[in-house]
């Protein structure tokens, strides 16, 4: 398999996948919620807003064929110039379809209603506990530090150099020299991803809001989020197993010229398929845990009562911004809000909070191509 | 019995009123026990979606009539409060008050039959729930 291939089957997979969760997300609402607009949960049945959804999976569909020819034509090209017709395919889908999205809000604007000017909270204190307990949390950690302590009890059989990087054929064109750094970075780097998740879960947990403070519809909602903790601590062991793993590479692989074959191509597909399969089962899950309360079925959404003004998701319209993706709102002092889109939270970018959040995503990210670069040299 | 506390954006008492009045209902009807712990300003301010000081003065206010006792780091907890006895002065503002109330009800058409009934049977509703 050479690297165009690799390049365009993994775009043609992504857009297909792309589209698949746009479709998904827009019918993915609370019932009082409509393309990221607070409406009647009548609205959601008539001529016009079905109208609407029609002409945004019009737009999904439209900008994914044009997208998927993008990437089809870069099958004729080198492996470079593959590589920025598949990056230019992904932009072509996503900004197409965020104006889509952005479209259908507007026309959605016009059948707005307003919401409930009503509040309520439990009074009883929520479950702070972490998912799985602080042992639970403490369990990837513990898992990175053993593995890291057998890896140095047979340090001396670590090879001088050995190779950190395969091409697509198989064969090794990046190597690294046997050092404390070149051993334990990838370990310790794990162990930084561990606790974000961790912090991520415990800031989840304490500045959510809930939409309803009693009944059936706050039952699934706290479902859900003891839903996503879970994942995140699956996410969190996932990644120990797979960090530490690697850690035992340099043990593992021989580096005598011909048989230091590694097999690339399973590792890509296993790249693709792993997320793929993750995403499914959170899509799953949620399906099963009726995502916060009444996004899924009419049957549901018959529950709420048409005569009463909506409540909706306690955030005012107008402080969602770029088609309903993101919430600012300064008056606001919960970091976490539900999305209204789709499953799931997203923050809200008036607290201070979620700059330090995404900051520190980035630095991450910005350090684990930096580090590497300087200290496996 | 589901602890919940509902305030209005659109009513004309303030929010933080609200929130007393709410808060203090539940506590005559010993709805908490002594001792235990009402949700953190941060929770109640995120799940009410107000401001934290909204939040903050209201538990301050009760903490200043003895239902809270607010401790850092510990949040606001519910204490045993003796119910003292009425000053002459409280008990003539109370009958002012609830004529007022009785007298906006009649007004706006509810039968003099009806908020008599209604102020009976809260009155022994109230009496039941403080005998131990």
Redesign the interface.
Same mark, same amino acid.
């Given at each position: 398999m050479n690297l165009t291939t690799i390049f365009v089957s993994t775009t043609l997979t992504t857009l297909a996948m792309g589209l698949g969760l746009f479709l998904f997300v827009a019918r993915r609402t609370r019932p009082e919620i409509f393309f990221a607009v607070t409406v009647n949960a009548s609205f959601r049945d008539s001529a016009a807003a079905r109208e609407i959804l029609r002409k945004f999976n019009h737009a999904a569909v439209f900008w994914t064929v044009l997208a998927a020819i993008v990437a089809a034509l870069a099958f004729l090209c080198a492996p470079a110039t593959a590589l920025i017709m598949s990056c230019a395919a992904e932009l072509v889908q996503l900004a197409g379809t965020t104006m889509a999205l952005v479209q259908a809000r507007k026309k959605t604007l016009a059948h707005r209603t307003e919401p409930s000017?009503?509040?309520?909270?439990?009074?009883?204190?929520?479950d702070s506990r972490p998912a799985g307990g602080w042992l639970g949390q403490l369990g990837p950690f513990l898992v990175l530090a053993i593995l890291a302590l057998v890896v140095g009890i047979q340090w001396p059989q670590i090879p001088a150099r050995f190779p950190i990087h395969w091409g697509a054929d198989g064969k090794p064109n990046d190597w690294a020299n046997k050092s404390w750094a070149s051993v334990f970075l990838l370990p310790i780097m794990g162990a930084v991803v561990c606790g974000l998740f961790c912090a991520l879960s415990l800031s989840l947990q304490?500045?959510?809001?809930?939409i309803h /403070?009693?009944g059936a519809q706050r039952a699934h909602e706290d479902a859900l989020l003891r839903c996503v903790l879970w994942i995140f601590l699956a996410v969190e062991y996932f990644m120990a197993v797979l960090v530490g793993g690697v850690a035992f590479l340099p043990l593992m692989i021989s580096t005598d010229p011909g048989h230091d074959t590694f097999p690339t191509s399973i590792a890509v597909i296993l790249a693709i398929a792993i997320p793929s399969l993750a995403v499914v089962a959170i899509v799953i899950i949620a399906a099963r845990s009726k995502e916060s309360g009444s996004r899924s079925s009419a049957g549901e959404r018959a529950g709420v009562h048409a005569e009463r003004k909506p409540v909706g998701d306690?955030?005012p319209d107008e402080c969602w911004k770029g088609g309903g993706l993101f919430y600012y709102n300064p008056?606001?002092? /919960?970091l976490w809000v539900e999305k209204r889109f789709g499953v799931g939270y997203t923050v809200n970018f008036a607290r201070c909070g979620a700059w330090f959040l995404l900051g520190g995503v980035l630095l991450f990210g910005v350090l684990s191509i930096m580090l590497p670069r300087l200290l496996l040299k | 019995m589901?602890?919940?506390?509902?305030?209005?954006?659109?009513r004309a008492a303030p929010v933080y009123r609200q929130i007393v009045d709410g808060?203090r209902a539940?506590l005559v009807a010993k709805a908490?026990k002594p001792g235990e712990?009402?949700?953190?300003v941060?929770?109640?301010?995120?799940?009410? /979606?107000?401001?934290?000081n909204t939040v903050a003065a209201a538990y301050r206010l009760l903490a200043e009539e003895g239902w809270l006792e607010l401790k850092r780091h510990h949040g606001a907890i519910v204490v045993a409060r003796p119910s003292p006895a009425a000053k002459p002065r409280r008990q003539r503002d109370f009958v002012k008050r609830l004529r007022e109330l009785a007298s906006l009800a009649i007004a706006e058409g509810v039968q003099t039959r009806d908020v008599a009934a209604q102020l009976k049977a809260l009155a022994r509703n109230l009496k039941e729930e403080q005998t131990p």
């Open positions: 000017s009503e509040r309520e909270a439990q009074l009883t204190p929520n304490r500045g959510i809001r809930r /403070a009693s306690r955030t008056n606001d002092p /919960a | 589901e602890l919940v506390l509902k305030i209005d954006l659109d808060l539940l908490f712990k009402l949700p953190t941060r929770q109640l301010a995120i799940d009410l /979606a107000v401001n934290h």
